[in-house]
């Protein structure tokens, strides 16, 4: 019987059960989420930093609000861009070469003197940034068969929330041993390392050397219908007379806000509202995002398995997400918790059950874009809203602090937005058309 992993000679007869299947697609779905918890490490480590850098550089609540979010302004004005450029040049090269600028963007901030030069570094940051989700997602519908992409999304995805539990111990560590200088150029070298790797090893499934035939076929045998002629003629433009790109873009607003809450002000909370250590916030601060973790991977398989066992794609994806919106508006509950247990619990609550939609938002653009050729694009365009919430975000918290100096306001409207997340998802995103996948055995990300 030959290898799973060696590929097929011309010789073996199409169908043949003599070669098991290859598994380099969720390698590539591994690899693909290694890179995410690189770009969550590097955006989120200034939160750690910037109590420590503030004292440095005298920067004030409000200018910290500013901070914070100018990374998220500049990530999702290069979004647009960046996702029509994906589908031009591809996941392996845009990924790439955009992991080299965000990590060169990283370890120069260990060099910064003044807010002019930190905010300057945050928008090179976001530009190199930006290619990672709309990259993601193209070579998730390059490399999986529809019924397996919520779970290939889920594995890609899930190093948001990982990067976001590693950075919490690995910074304080860092910054507690050598300062915030030094740990800015640890995690900056990583994303350089990882760019060289997924250069050398991405490639499509057609021209990948480790790729069997019966993989091939797996990949092949479950994809959408061609695209119909006409299709050529749909401009980027055009996707933004589309319903289904507003509902996208409203939905992953209201998710983002949620969710960058806990990238950037999480950490100041838990400082100053909660009176956490150096210590204990590396410890429990991580709590949440392991939580997260858990939830994201749990649903990407368990929507996978409801879709192969002839359940409806538009009530899974859609309704995993919906009741996971409406649960994550407890946050607005956690401020007026009394204890800081008791508020990490419910913060704890609000995140897992956030991220039980995080990956149906990763499919969404490959089942309503109009094109395989504007899946990027598409993605560009709903990631781009989702980070306009990430840089307002941070500046309204910030800037409520301010005004109030209390969290409770801030956490409020967080908690409300979930909401209209949610509600939105149900009363204008339309039905995903979607034809029934074929029964099947569900995934495991190793080889068939």
């Known amino acids: ?39 969550n490490i590097d955006r989120s480590a200034i939160s750690v930093a910037l109590p420590y850098m503030s004292k440095d550089l005298h920067i004030s609540s409000v200018a910290q609000g500013f901070v914070l979010g100018w990374f998220f302004l500049a990530y999702a004005a290069f979004l647009l861009p960046i996702g029509y450029l994906v589908d031009k040049l591809g996941a ?34 976001g530009a190199g940034e930006s290619t990672q989700y709309p990259s993601c997602t193209k070579a998730t519908n390059e490399w999986f068969p529809r ?37 800015f150029v640890v995690v900056g070298a990583l994303a350089l ?10 490639r499509s499934p057609e021209t990948h050397p480790r790729v069997n035939r019966a993989e091939r076929e ?43 809450f806990f990238i950037t ?17 590396g410890v429990f601060g991580a709590v949440p995002g ?17 879709i192969a066992g002839g359940r409806s794609v538009n009530a899974v994806r859609k309704g995993f997400i919906v009741a996971g919106m409406l649960v994550s508006s407890l946050i607005a509950t956690a401020v007026v918790a009394p204890n800081a247990a008791t508020a990490l619990l419910l913060l704890s609550i609000s995140y897992g059950a956030l991220l039980i939609g995080g990956p149906s938002l990763g499919t969404f653009p490959g089942e309503f874009a109009p094109t395989a050729r ?8 709903q990631n781009s809203a989702g980070n306009v919430a990430g840089f307002l975000g941070p500046v309204v918290t910030g800037a409520l602090v301010a005004s109030t100096g209390s969290f409770l306001v801030p956490l409020l409207i967080t908690g409300a937005l979930a909401i209209v997340g949610a509600v939105n998802y149900v009363v204008f995103l339309p039905a995903i058309r979607h034809r029934p996948a074929p029964a099947a055995a569900v995934p495991v990300p190793s080889a068939d």
């Not at 390392?193 to 991405?202: C, F, H, K, T």
């Open 265 to 281: 002000w999480f950490p100041t909370y838990l400082v100053e509202a909660r009176h956490f250590s150096l210590l204990t916030l």
């Open 92 to 125: 392996r090269l845009a990924y790439g070469v955009g992991a080299l600028v965000w990590g060169a963007a990283t370890v120069a901030t260990a060099a910064v003197q003044g807010v002019g030069a930190l905010l300057s570094l945050r928008l090179l940051l």
């Open 374 to 381: 504007h899946i990027g694009s598409l993605a560009g365009i």
């Open 1 to 39: 019987m030959t290898h799973p992993d060696t590929p097929d000679t011309p010789d073996t007869p199409v169908g043949a059960t003599a070669a098991r299947r290859t598994g380099i697609r969720w390698r590539l779905a591994v690899l693909a989420g290694v890179g995410v918890v690189i770009t």
């Open 218 to 260: 797996h990949i092949a045998a479950d994809q959408a219908p061609a695209d119909p002629p006409e299709a050529a003629q749909v401009r980027w433009l055009d996707l933004f007379r589309l319903r289904a790109t507003w509902g996208l873009v409203i939905g992953y607003f209201c998710f983002n806000y949620v969710a960058y």
């Open 147 to 183: 019924r397996e992409r919520t779970a290939a999304t889920a594995v890609w995805d899930i190093g948001a929330r990982v990067g976001g539990v590693l950075t919490l111990p690995l910074m304080s560590g860092i910054i507690a041993w050598a300062g915030w200088r030094a740990a």
């Open 290 to 306: 392991i939580v997260a973790v858990l939830s994201e991977l749990a649903s990407g398989f368990l929507q996978d398995r409801l």
């Open 193 to 202: 390392v990882w760019a060289l790797g997924w250069l050398v090893e991405y």
